[in-house]
Structure formats: C-alpha cells, structure tokens
C-alpha cells in the first residue's frame, strides 16, 4: 500500500484544463454550424425549454454576476445548504447546450441543490457549470459516472471534485514567530480568520519552518485576503511575504478510510529512529507495529490490525518522543493510478513506500499541508514514468572507442527516462504513427501563461479514443509536453490490447 498525509491537487488546475478544451470544442462547433451540421436554437426555444424544465421539477432560476443558477435551494429544502464536498465542477460542455438538457443527465446521480451555469453575454454558456447535490456520495457517484461522459456524439464533458478554498499558504515568515503571534497579526490585516497551522522547524523545534496556513471562515474571505496580501505590495514584520492558495486536501472517500491500518506521525526529531518509534507505538499493547518508516522528521506506522492503529492513534497523538510532541493521523491512501496523475506534487514512481512531497530545498517553499520530502529525482519539474531508478550514470569517452549506428526503437524501455519518449517508443511498437502533439495555452488568476498538449494518436482506429488531453497545465512547453505524454500513457496502459506493450 502506498500512503500520505493529505493527498493534495490543484483543482484549480483541472478547472482550466477543462475550460482550455472548452474553447477548443466551441471553435469546432461553430465550423459545424457553418457548414449548417449544427442544431441552433432560437431565442423563443431555448426560453420555452428552460420555462419546461422549471415547471416539470419546481426549481427556480435565476441569472446573475455571469452565471445562471438552478435551484439553490430547491424546492421543500429545509435549514442549511450541503456541506462541502458535495458540489462538482463541469468541464467542455457544448456551448449550445443549456439547462433542459444538463439537469436530466445529472440527475441520474442524486438530487440536485443547485445547479450553476457560467453565462456569456451572447447568451451561450462558457463550456462550465458547477452542481451542488445534497450529499457527498451523490456528488462523487456524479464523477464515477459522469466524467468522460460523452453528453452528444464526440462531444465528451469532464466532471471533477469542486472545493470552496478556504486556506492560504504565507510564505517566508519569520522562523521565530509563535503561532498566536502569526494569529493575531492575520487577524489584524485581513478578516474571517478562523484558525493558523504552523509546523515546528525539523531541527530546531523552538522555530517555526517558515511559512504557515492560514484558514478563513468562506473561500470569499480568504479570496479577499489573498488579494490583500499581494507579494511586492504588503509586508508582515518587515518582510515581504510569499502568499498563495493551499492545495485543496484531496477527499478519500470514507469506506476506504475504514480500511486503513497505517499512522502518520509527524514532528518527530531528525534523530528519533525507526526502532524507538517502534517500541513507543508497541507500549500500549506489545507485537501490534508490522514496521515503520521512518523519512526526515516523520513516518509511517504499519499495523497488523486496524483496531489497534485507531487505539494507537488515540494513545498517542501528543505524546512525547526524544522530547518532541508527536502529531498522530491515519494516513491517507493513495490511488495507484493517481501517482501517475500528479505529476506536479513530486510522487515516486509506485513502489513500497512512495510519497508527494516537495523540494526540499527549503522548508518555506512548502504549499500543501502536512505534505513530506521528496526523496524522487526530477526530470523538468516531473517524474520519470519509467522504472523507479533510471540509471545517469556517465562514463568518461575515451579516443578509439568504437561506436555502432544504432535505432532508439531497437532499446528497452527501460533506456527512457522521458515520457514523451516512451510514448513515442509506445507508438512504434505498436506499428501506429508518431504522436502528434497540439498546443493549447490559457492565463491563470495572477496572470502567468499556461500550457497544456493535446496528444493525438493516429494508429488507434479501431474506434477507442485517439486523442487525450491531461488534467494539468504547465508554465513551460517541455512541461506541458511530459505531463500530456504522461496522462495519454496512462490511459493507453487501461486498454487490455496495449498492456502487453507497456510491461515490456
């Protein structure tokens, strides 16, 4: 099994993804309605449809701010909205397409709260929605169901968690703050914070790592604060601060956290070992620890039993280990194939004990929380899909060493350490043309270009997808490149036909 503390993506990320395939599919449908190959409706229909719809579920409706909103709450509905984690976000929807005919198709997943349309001023939608259902199994049965629905004929939608951000990460605070100093001057210069996490320095537990998260009391109020805080503009005790959103904790659902047997324990001391940790953890009852892991200043306590890793969790959160205060968590399990997805949070290829991490080059640059070190190797900001441990070794040239003309397809796969490389071995084993790369770009909320390839793979004609488009962008064209080879390796290796290829 393979765990961490707070598996975190950028939804955000995704949200773009989508929207950038979204101005892709509109130019294509516009040529259609060209060609007269597209179904317009006139003003009048698309009036009566919606006014149908209204009339058949009770719903209201209501347009504003650039966004038309269905229900919310629908009618009946009694005491607060749905708590988070119930809302989903809506990606390349077909800009002719409205109400009358999205609100069936999701409602086969649950009731819906609200349903919420992004609106242009032309009258069409902008390729994106959100959907609050009343419940947290409603919304992820919408996404086990729903993504890569295909909503007309090529026309497929993505459908993805939606998290109302409620969290800023402040970087480059001054080490020697204590928490309720850090509290009490967020307080002061933005409002709605609620709470502060501040972690203790790996080595010197007397200081803080330098950065810290701050939670507000509604995602409007820690937008507002982060606009506050802009870097160059405003400074916290004399310096200028790094400030950014956190990356939103990624929801496991909770029968497979009835599953886990594995603590997280954080805060330990550089020092502590594996065997100490060990003996700690058996106190309360002997022999009940598998093993331990132990990486920089936490670790991963495996349990032969899940009773007794929940006993241990209660027993020792806050205890005292070579005089640190120990934080204990179940430890959160991580999708196999979501170690090839996140490609950004620095994941070791899968193996026993792989973790996302960050660079560890300083403890300030850390944006997730709780996230540990990583210990993987790099290739432009991504990792290698490849073996585990690509061997870079070099070895000095010598004169008169004799060298023999030879084909990249002739090597193993083993050779590549990139996955466009792989990808485009893939292809020609495969006998299918090389892959063709298109490039797409959009401009994220601070103002910086983002990338993202769609990877299109002329062999495949069998009917299956030939195109793919990953959900993550990139500030740089050979990043963008890896992650869209990456994502299209992944989805060739769900094809029983191509598995034979990627285990060679």
């Known amino acids: 099994s393979v765990y961490i503390y707070n598996n975190l993506e950028l939804s955000e990320l995704k949200y773009l993804q989508c929207s950038v395939e979204a101005i892709a599919d509109m130019h294509e449908e516009n040529k259609a309605a060209a060609n007269g190959c597209g179904k317009i409706r006139s003003g009048t229909q698309n009036e009566a449809a919606l006014l149908a719809l209204m009339e058949k579920t009770g719903y209201s409706m ?25 809302e989903v976000f809506v990606g390349k929807i077909p800009r002719d397409m409205y109400e009358d005919e999205l609100v069936p198709v999701f409602e086969r997943a649950g009731k819906i709260y609200e349903f919420r349309l992004m609106m242009e001023f032309s009258g069409e939608n902008r390729g994106y929605a959100f959907v609050m259902y009343t419940t947290k199994e409603e919304a992820q049965l919408a996404i086990k169901i ?16 939606s998290l109302d951000n409620c969290r800023l990460f402040i970087g480059a605070i001054p080490k020697e703050k204590k928490k309720e100093e850090i ?52 400074q916290l005790w004399g310096h200028t601060i790094q400030v950014d959103w956190a990356d939103p904790e990624k929801e496991v659902d909770e029968e497979t956290m009835q599953r886990v047997k594995v603590l997280y324990v954080r805060n330990l001391m550089i020092s502590t070992t594996e065997d100490t940790i060990k003996a700690e953890f058996n106190k309360f009852k002997p022999g009940v620890v598998e093993r331990v892991k132990k990486l920089r200043d936490y670790a991963f306590v495996h349990f032969f039993h899940r009773e007794d890793a929940v006993a241990a969790m209660s027993v020792m959160n806050g205890k005292c280990i070579d005089g640190a205060s120990i934080e204990v968590t179940l430890a959160k399990p991580v999708n196999k194939e979501g170690t090839w997805k996140q490609q950004f949070n620095g994941q070791i290829s899968p193996g026993s004990e792989n973790l996302l991490g960050f660079p560890n080059k300083e403890d300030g640059h850390q944006k997730s929380l709780g996230k540990p070190a990583s210990l993987s190797v790099r290739l432009n900001g991504q990792h290698s899909p490849g073996p585990p441990e690509v061997e870079r070794c070099t070895y000095p040239f010598f004169p008169g060493i004799k060298l023999t003309p030879i084909s990249m397809y002739s090597l193993k796969s083993s050779h590549f ?40 793979i002329p062999g495949i004609a069998d009917g299956s997808q030939s195109y793919f488009m990953p959900d ?13 080879a990456q994502f299209t390796l992944l989805h060739l290796g769900k094809h029983k036909r191509f598995q034979f290829v990627i285990k060679n």
């Open 183 to 234: 509290l009490n001057e967020m307080k002061k210069v933005t409002e709605g914070v609620v709470d502060v996490i501040v972690y203790p320095n790996a080595t010197d537990k007397t200081k803080n790592r330098g950065f810290a998260f701050v939670e507000y009391e509604s995602h409007r109020a820690a937008a507002m604060a982060r606009r506050r805080l802009i870097p160059g503009t405003f």
């Open 62 to 86: 209501v347009q504003e701010n650039g966004q038309r909103k269905f229900g919310g709450p629908p009618p009946g509905w009694e005491g607060p909205p749905p708590p988070r984690g119930c």
């Open 472 to 484: 993550k962008l990139s500030t740089t064209v050979e990043g963008a490149k890896e992650l869209a």
């Open 417 to 456: 350490s990139s996955a466009a490389m792989h990808l485009d071995y893939f292809c020609n084993k495969n006998n299918w043309a090389p892959p063709e790369y298109y490039l797409y770009s959009t401009t994220s909320q601070d103002g910086k270009i983002l990338l993202v390839y769609k990877v299109l």
């Open 146 to 161: 729903l993504n890569n629905y295909e909503i007309r004929p090529g026309k497929f939608i993505g459908v993805c968690v």
